[in-house]
Every structure is written in C-alpha cells, then in structure tokens.
C-alpha cells in the first residue's frame, strides 16, 4: 500500500478565510513533505517534515503554516492568501528523509487544488 | 545549483516506442527518478535510477548515464492511457538529499 491522501480535493476561499489542508499517510513513513504545483509547472517543495519535526522550509511565506501532529498527519494551515497562491498543493511521504536508495521514493497524494478569490 | 531540461510537449502513436530524455546538471547527484502525472492527479512513481545502466520494468524502461548527466524513460507498447506528462527529478546530496523536479515532458499518445 502506498497510498497517501488529502483533504479536500478542492478548495475555494477568499483572502482574508482561515483554512487548513490535510494529509494522511499510514505507511509508517517518518518524512512528509508540502509541495505546491502551478499548472503545466512541475512540484514546487514548499517543507520538509523528518520524524514529526520541520526539517526545510524553503523561504515559504508565513501564510503558509505548516503542521505534523503525528507520524501519519500533516496539516497546512492557509492564512490570508493571495490569488496567485491558487495552486494545486501535493502532499508526499517518504520512508525516510535526507537518505539514500529506493526507500528515499517520496509517494504522492491525490493534491487539493485551491482557488484564491 | 541544478539545471534539469525536459523536451516540453511529445507526441507518438499507439503502439509504438517512445523515448523522453533528460538531462542533468548538478554537484551531488544522488539518483534519478522518473514520475507520471495525468491532468490534475498526483505524481506516481514509475522508476529510479542511481547506477549507470537500464531499468526495466514492464512496458517502462529508464536508463542513466551519470558521466554524461542523462537519463531516458522509453515506453513501449504505447496506450491511450500513457498520455500524461512525464516528470524526471533529480536527487541532490548537497541539498539534503531533496529532490528538484524538470519542467516535464507532456506526451500525447494519438490512435
């Protein structure tokens, strides 16, 4: 099983709207990563979640907060948002971060593709 | 820094063999993966790569030449459903090991 899942699929929400994205993984993962995806565009790595704690963020505005409650959990918590944040957003995990060989392969969630009105 | 190019849009016929090159520059190369994404759904892992040579696997095959800074995913038997777009993503040890993503191959498959 490798599957990983996000919530909502889709997501509409105006600028000044508090929402937060999901991601569930039960592979027993120990990294979890936020990707952001702008169309025809390829994944953007936004953070980097090693055994529960940040280990990249890569100079994300603070919009952008993200969460891991556990292992199997990763939230995105989404605060005044500009239009051009509408993207489609990509949760992975991977049964390790920052190793090396096959285990290293980061498996995708489905995305929640989000519009800023 | 890394650069990774990818040919924008190919197009290849039913049944045929298609190959989607890649190539890499970067200074702590640490494997190659290739991922498929169809319109609006994620990215699947289709292969990985970190020694020189041919993986096969099915009717999907990648090669990597790490002197060269190249690699290829050629598909064989095309079907309608292969079309999608094609990700090649280097992995890089003096980024801590995260991947960088290629622009993406689009390919459309025609009958």
């Known amino acids: 099983d490798t599957e990983v899942t996000q919530t909502p699929k889709h997501l509409v929400m105006g600028m000044t709207n508090k929402k937060s994205l999901k991601c569930e993984q039960h592979?027993?993962?120990?990294?979890m990563y936020w990707y952001k995806q702008k169309a025809k565009k390829p994944p953007e790595l936004m953070f980097v979640?090693?055994?529960?704690?940040?280990?990249i963020n890569e100079s994300v505005p603070s919009r952008f907060s993200p969460e891991c409650p556990n292992s199997s959990l990763l939230n995105l918590h989404l605060h005044a948002l500009q239009p051009e944040d509408s993207a489609l957003y990509l949760c992975?995990?991977?049964?390790?971060?920052?190793?090396?060989?096959?285990?290293?392969?980061?498996?995708f969630g489905p995305g929640t593709r989000l519009l800023v009105l | 820094g890394q650069n990774i190019d990818q040919p924008t849009e190919m197009t290849a016929t039913e049944g045929a063999i298609v190959q989607i090159n890649c190539t890499y520059q970067t200074s702590g190369f640490n494997g190659l993966f290739w991922y498929q994404q169809h319109a609006g759904e994620a990215p699947t892992f289709l292969s990985y790569?970190?020694?020189?040579g041919l993986e096969e696997k099915g009717r999907f095959s990648s090669f990597l030449s790490r002197s060269k800074g190249y690699s290829y995913l050629l598909l064989k038997e095309l079907q309608m459903k292969d079309s999608a777009s094609y990700l090649c993503a280097v992995r890089n040890n003096n980024a801590g090991n995260m991947l960088t993503f290629g622009g993406g191959t689009r390919l459309m498959v025609k009958p």
């Open positions: 992975a995990s991977s049964q390790y971060s920052g190793g090396e060989g096959k285990q290293e392969t980061q498996y």
């Open positions: 790569n970190v020694l020189d």
């Open positions: 592979m027993g993962h120990r990294a």
């Open positions: 979640y090693s055994y529960e704690k940040l280990s």
